[in-house]
């Protein structure tokens, strides 16, 4: 039963996967989750901690970004606080860039390492809705007030 199962499966998979490729549009996104899905399972590469947003590739843009490692002490990447962030391209998101940001210029957003994966290679199309709430679109001030601004 597991045998025939699993040649089952493995046919529908194969079916499924060889329909998808021959998709124009679909293909490059199918493609590009494989990828990652294949990249993130190995073992020997370092694993996406949280989903940022920081300024990239200049000041007056704001790219996704996955942080792969923390340095809160002086390194030769600089006197602060750093991190080394991951950019991916879209729809690949197994290409991109390593970048090191300040602490500083980095924003945490509320969603997962897979729900900010999802993000990238879908090129913004499965935005998880808590991100587009107004709470989440507004600066924040750092002092807590922000009931004030309504009057």
Excluded at 26 to 34: C, E, K, N, T, V
Excluded at 88 to 102: A, D, E
Aim: aromatic fraction near 8%; glycine fraction near 8%.
């Amino acid at each position: 039963g597991i045998a025939a199962t699993n040649v089952i499966g493995a046919r529908l998979f194969s079916f499924f996967e060889k329909r998808i490729t021959g998709v124009p549009l679909l293909s490059p996104i199918y493609q590009g989750a494989r990828q990652i899905t294949e990249a993130i399972q190995m073992h020997d590469i370092a694993e996406f901690q949280r989903v940022v947003l920081l300024p990239f590739p200049n000041q007056n843009v704001r790219s996704i970004g996955f942080v792969t490692r923390d340095f809160r002490n002086p390194t030769a990447f600089g006197d602060e606080a750093t991190s080394l962030v991951f950019v991916p391209t879209t729809p690949n998101p197994t290409s991109g860039y390593l970048v090191v940001v300040k602490h500083v210029d980095l924003t945490a957003m509320d969603m997962t390492v897979e729900e900010g994966v999802k993000l990238v290679i879908s090129g913004g199309l499965l935005t998880p809705t808590r991100v587009l709430s107004s709470e989440q679109a507004r600066p924040w001030s750092g002092t807590g007030d922000d009931e004030e601004s309504s009057s």
